[in-house]
């Protein structure tokens, strides 16, 4: 029967499932899928989030590993792929693979860059991704407890891609002072400072994680 059940959970790796909120195991929370538990481990909660025992829980397979007493399931609500799962559901396109989710970064439950990529010069990227009044976008912030998602359209160019990922800030210039140790520095209007930086540099730093590059942002 261990088998069993992990030949029909290994293959839902990387596949949303629901279930209930069973027990608490420290700060992991144990989820009841039905035919077997599932663990949805502290590092990999959204952590503004708060369950009670019986509360609904939606999450991204992680890994299906061999344990003594069956089948360890483990759960994410913080990973990239749990966003990007969100989006396919939500965004048929994506599903389609008429858009191209290029990239992820997120600091769960606070802010996401993506970078979206359309494979149809009929088809808007920001757009399709943003849906009617912003329907489709709203509908996945409020999976993920209404999590901030920028997103940034592909780029070729360094130069492009290096402004576009400080989205919503509006930049100046881009200018590369290191391309070996991937370093440019980036110029704002005054205004835009905060905003390019984010409270406490969240943006820039996801900016960072977003491109690869060291960005120096000045007025």
Known sequence: ?????????????????????????????IVDLGKTEAILPLREQIRRERYGIGANVRAVILRVDKAQRGPAVVLSRASDIFLQRLMEIEIPEIADKIIEVVRIVRDPGFRAKVIVKSNDPRVDAIGSCVGLRGSRIRSIMNEVAGERIDLIAFAEGVE????????????????????????????????????????????????????????????
């Open 1 to 29: 029967e261990r088998d069993k059940l992990y030949e029909e959970f290994k293959p839902k790796e990387g596949e949303i499932v629901s279930g209930a909120v069973h027990r608490f195991l420290d700060r992991n929370i």
């Open 160 to 219: 492009e891609s290096l402004a576009a990922a400080l989205a919503p800030a509006k930049v100046s210039s881009v200018q590369v002072m290191d391309p070996e140790n991937r370093i440019a520095e980036v110029l704002v209007d005054e205004e835009q400072l905060a905003l390019a930086i984010g409270k406490d540099g969240q943006n820039v730093s996801l900016a960072q994680k977003l491109t690869g590059w060291t960005l120096e942002v000045k007025d």
